[in-house]
């Protein structure tokens, strides 16, 4: 158990710090950046190239898709929550747009940071992967399901 009390909220806040050692915890929070955004912020744009990931440490927000020019609500994301690691891990462009219910707090990885970290913790960076491809199976799932109802 570490002594470091921010690693202690850190890992009571997201899995994804258990998946590395202390050490790893320590570099990955070194990486973070702490941003506040107020209510209805959009904190990722879906078609927008993705840089980097978040943790959402205070509040909730809501994911939307958009289709034939409507936002259409998929999800709630509440404290703990990752997302934007699709993009920002896999290349690819954001699959849907994340907008602030409220007052939020999130953590912001920028991946060259996070990819120097994953490149000594292979196995975290596969977990990763396959988690952002599970998500986005599901999305893809929830689409085809809304699109044929």
Do not use: C, W
């Not at 994911?63 to 699709?86: D, N, S």
């Amino acid at each position: 158990m570490p002594s470091n009390p921010a690693l202690v909220k850190f890992r009571a806040q997201s899995s994804l710090f258990g998946l590395l050692d202390e050490a790893g915890q320590l570099q990955l929070m070194a990486a973070a950046k702490v941003e506040n955004h107020p209510a209805g912020a959009i904190l990722v744009k879906q078609g927008d190239e993705g840089h980097a990931f978040f943790i959402l440490s205070e509040g909730k927000l809501e994911v939307q898709v958009e289709e034939e020019g409507q936002a259409r609500p998929i999800a709630t994301l509440e404290r703990g929550a990752f997302f934007g690691e699709i993009a920002a891990l896999l290349g690819e462009t954001r699959s849907a747009t994340v907008k602030a219910l409220g007052p939020v707090t999130v953590m912001r990885f920028d991946m060259p940071a996070v990819k120097e970290i994953l490149a000594h913790y292979p196995a975290v960076r596969q977990v990763l992967v396959r988690l952002a491809l599970k998500r986005g199976e599901e999305n893809l799932t929830e689409q085809m399901q809304h699109d044929f109802a």
